[in-house]
């Protein structure tokens, strides 16, 4: 009985302990939410972009066709607002151009054994472009039981979402119904030739000296092979290699004369191989060993152009090339005839099959102005850069553009002896706002500063959701103005690179910890509210830190504190630390 009296006893004071904790511990889980919610209660009203649909704005590693696409672009789609400019269209003639919907796609596919089929939108610039280009290829091959098609995704949305169209134009080349995206460039010519090399044998016999005019005149670009016999291994290897050649025609012959027109000698050992070229370098003769590796090499290496003019439609054979070391010469037009002789006698000539040699237009606004940004060049030039497509390093020759300093900077570039240029704005001369300002030359003082933690923005000044976070970055940073081991800061990832700075799209938000500055940095994968930001940070600071509840200062009670102290913290503070 007295056992029982005591269990009971010690019981009750069980349950009266209890009864006392339970709601202190819970007042707790309460005030600790209250705590964080006045970091919400200053003017303004942060927004939660990460429950946007389409949260960074891509931008492209490899230099770009186009460096300042609109600001919620991926690849090359555009998102111009056709309600405020609408676009009219050009009369071209698309009569060969067969519309599809959902309704008659199924019966399109079922009916052709081939076609192509383009995903368009109706204010969409490169689809603008491709028009007219398009429409002629449709017309040519019409001929050759290959049918071209075009969908109008804005409206298909059902069909656009099937084939995984994600940016405009997307084109597929359909055989049986089975899609594959076509890669070759975006004009009447590259298209036909594509299209013909996929359903065809991939290589034509030229038998008589008219046919071997007629292409001399009308092929800007022309392979012909001097074989012993035009069936067989010699004739395989030339085709096979055909197949891996998207912009090249590949002709075959036996007829001695036809090879003299080529600028084959007749009496050559056979087989032997030509590539003729409409440029400064017209002919080149092939001397390896004659199977498809090698053919491919030598075509690949020969095709372009000496100095490849950059421009929308040259851009995929420079970027598609296996050659993935490029040498710029970055000037205006007017100034271009001096420099380009240059370029082309000392890398063009010198280091041809190692490097491409490419003249980027800066006063052109289509195409050269983009990629000069990117690579971070301004003025009339000359200016030489160089492009490892491996790594996507940039490195930057200084001096005057001279045979000698080119040469020099090539062997320099293909040796690996050179460091690596990033761009850079002007280090700022005051940097007392909230939010630090970090550029390419300061940012191993600030963000590779050991002894803070430092959350870092990359942004793009047209970025919709970059300055959709910019009030809500601001209000984070005016809270932990007072917390020395804290840094927030952004950097324009247009202007400023740092090889600890890597941003697939904007807004990109990465944190360094102290002390651990030579790892990667901490991809913030987080809400992008003021009290999703400091939770991060309270989680993954290096440097534990404490931050005082701000108590706003109504306007018509006036406190205790200085009017001094009040204008510095915006707010007087509490003696409460956070719970």
Same mark, same amino acid.
């Given at each position: 009985? @007295?056992?029982?009296?005591?269990?009971?006893?010690?019981?009750?004071?069980?349950?009266?302990?209890?009864?006392?904790?339970?709601?202190?511990?819970?007042?707790?889980?309460?005030?600790?939410?209250?705590? $964080?919610?006045?970091?919400?209660?200053?003017?303004?009203?942060?927004?939660?972009?990460?429950?946007?649909?389409?949260?960074?704005?891509?931008?492209?590693? =490899?230099?770009?066709?186009?460096?300042?696409?609109?600001?919620?672009?991926?690849?090359?789609?555009?998102?111009?607002?056709?309600?405020?400019?609408?676009?009219?269209?050009?009369?071209?003639?698309?009569?060969?151009?067969?519309?599809?919907? =959902?309704?008659?796609?199924?019966?399109?596919?079922?009916?052709? &054994?081939?076609?192509?089929?383009?995903?368009?939108?109706?204010?969409?610039?490169?689809?603008?472009?491709?028009?007219?280009?398009?429409?002629?290829?449709?017309?040519?091959?019409?001929?050759?039981?290959?049918?071209?098609?075009?969908?109008?995704?804005?409206?298909?949305?059902?069909?656009?979402?099937?084939?995984?169209?994600?940016? +405009?134009?997307?084109?597929?080349?359909?055989?049986?119904?089975?899609? @594959?995206?076509?890669?070759?460039?975006?004009?009447?010519?590259?298209?036909?030739?594509?299209?013909?090399?996929?359903?065809?044998?991939?290589?034509?016999?030229?038998?008589? +000296?008219?046919?071997?005019?007629?292409?001399?005149?009308?092929?800007?670009?022309?392979? $012909?092979?001097?074989?012993?016999?035009?069936?067989?291994?010699?004739?395989?290897?030339?085709?096979?290699?055909?197949?891996?050649?998207?912009?090249?025609?590949?002709?075959?012959?036996?007829?001695?004369?036809?090879?003299?027109?080529?600028?084959?000698?007749?009496?050559?050992?056979?087989?032997?191989?030509?590539?003729?070229?409409?440029?400064?370098?017209?002919?080149?003769?092939?001397?390896?060993?004659?199977?498809?590796?090698?053919? %491919?090499?030598?075509?690949?290496?020969?095709?372009?152009?000496?100095?490849?003019?950059?421009?929308?439609? %040259?851009?995929?054979?420079?970027?598609?090339?296996?050659?993935?070391?490029?040498?710029?010469?970055?000037? @205006?037009?007017?100034?271009?005839?001096?420099?380009?002789?240059? $370029?082309?006698?000392?890398?063009?000539?010198?280091?041809?099959?190692?490097?491409?040699?490419?003249?980027?237009?800066?006063?052109?606004?289509?195409?050269?102005?983009?990629?000069?940004?990117?690579?971070?060049?301004?003025?009339?030039?000359?200016?030489?850069?160089?492009?490892?497509?491996?790594?996507?390093? &940039?490195?930057?020759?200084?001096?005057?553009?001279?045979?000698?300093?080119?040469?020099?900077?090539?062997?320099?570039?293909?040796?690996?002896?050179?460091?690596?240029?990033?761009?850079?704005?002007?280090?700022?001369?005051?940097?007392?706002?909230?939010?630090?300002?970090?550029?390419?030359?300061?940012?191993?003082?600030?963000? $590779?500063?050991?002894?803070?933690?430092?959350?870092?923005?990359?942004?793009?000044?047209?970025?919709?959701?970059?300055?959709?976070?910019?009030?809500?970055?601001?209000?984070?940073?005016?809270?932990?103005?007072?917390?020395?081991?804290?840094?927030?800061?952004?950097?324009?990832?247009?202007?400023?690179?740092?090889?600890?700075?890597?941003?697939?799209?904007?807004?990109?938000?990465?944190?360094?910890?102290?002390?651990? &500055? %030579?790892?990667?940095?901490? &991809?913030?994968?987080?809400?992008?509210?003021?009290?999703?930001?400091?939770?991060?940070?309270?989680?993954?600071?290096?440097?534990?830190?404490?931050?005082?509840?701000?108590?706003?200062?109504?306007?018509?009670?006036? @406190?205790?504190?200085?009017?001094?102290?009040?204008?510095?913290?915006?707010?007087?503070?509490?003696?409460?630390?956070? +719970?």
């Amino acid at each position: 009985m @007295t056992s029982f009296r005591c269990f009971l006893v010690l019981s009750l004071v069980s349950f009266l302990l209890l009864s006392t904790v339970l709601p202190s511990i819970s007042t707790n889980d309460e005030q600790d939410d209250e705590d $964080l919610r006045f970091l919400e209660e200053t003017e303004g009203k942060s927004v939660d972009i990460a429950s946007l649909p389409h949260l960074s704005d891509s931008d492209d590693d =490899q230099f770009p066709e186009d460096d300042e696409e609109d600001e919620d672009s991926g690849s090359e789609q555009e998102t111009d607002d056709p309600l405020s400019d609408p676009y009219k269209a050009p009369q071209i003639d698309e009569k060969d151009v067969v519309v599809l919907t =959902q309704g008659n796609f199924s019966d399109f596919i079922k009916n052709n &054994k081939f076609g192509m089929v383009e995903f368009y939108a109706p204010w969409c610039g490169h689809c603008q472009s491709l028009a007219p280009e398009y429409a002629a290829a449709a017309t040519e091959m019409k001929g050759e039981g290959v049918v071209l098609a075009k969908v109008d995704a804005t409206q298909e949305d059902e069909l656009a979402e099937e084939y995984d169209v994600e940016g +405009l134009p997307t084109i597929y080349f359909l055989v049986d119904g089975k899609h @594959t995206l076509y890669p070759a460039a975006r004009n009447k010519d590259a298209i036909v030739t594509w299209i013909k090399k996929q359903i065809g044998p991939g290589i034509y016999n030229v038998t008589t +000296l008219d046919d071997a005019e007629r292409i001399l005149t009308s092929e800007s670009e022309v392979a $012909l092979g001097y074989l012993n016999s035009l069936v067989g291994p010699e004739s395989d290897e030339l085709a096979a290699t055909s197949k891996l050649l998207d912009d090249i025609k590949f002709y075959q012959t036996m007829n001695p004369d036809v090879a003299k027109l080529f600028h084959i000698d007749p009496e050559v050992k056979r087989p032997a191989l030509v590539l003729l070229k409409k440029d400064a370098e017209k002919i080149c003769h092939f001397d390896g060993l004659f199977v498809k590796t090698a053919i %491919s090499e030598f075509v690949t290496s020969n095709k372009l152009p000496l100095v490849t003019i950059f421009s929308r439609e %040259s851009a995929p054979s420079i970027f598609e090339s296996s050659i993935k070391m490029h040498l710029l010469l970055f000037a @205006t037009l007017n100034i271009s005839e001096k420099y380009i002789p240059v $370029l082309q006698e000392a890398a063009a000539k010198l280091f041809k099959g190692k490097l491409i040699s490419i003249y980027v237009q800066v006063d052109n606004e289509e195409s050269g102005k983009p990629v000069a940004n990117f690579f971070g060049v301004s003025g009339n030039g000359p200016t030489i850069r160089a492009y490892s497509g491996d790594d996507a390093k &940039k490195f930057a020759m200084n001096g005057d553009v001279t045979f000698n300093n080119i040469k020099a900077f090539a062997e320099d570039f293909l040796a690996g002896r050179l460091k690596p240029f990033y761009k850079s704005d002007p280090i700022p001369e005051t940097n007392n706002e909230d939010v630090k300002e970090v550029v390419g030359d300061n940012f191993d003082e600030i963000v $590779l500063d050991e002894s803070k933690d430092v959350l870092l923005e990359i942004y793009a000044p047209w970025c919709g959701h970059c300055r959709s976070l910019e009030p809500t970055y601001n209000k984070l940073a005016q809270h932990l103005r007072g917390i020395n081991s804290l840094v927030i800061a952004k950097m324009d990832g247009t202007t400023n690179e740092h090889p600890k700075a890597k941003s697939a799209g904007f807004p990109t938000m990465l944190f360094f910890p102290a002390g651990k &500055k %030579s790892s990667d940095p901490m &991809k913030v994968n987080t809400g992008r509210t003021v009290v999703d930001f400091y939770k991060f940070l309270k989680e993954h600071a290096t440097i534990p830190f404490k931050l005082k509840k701000a108590v706003l200062v109504p306007k018509d009670k006036p @406190t205790k504190t200085s009017d001094s102290k009040v204008r510095e913290n915006s707010s007087s503070v509490s003696s409460k630390e956070e +719970l």
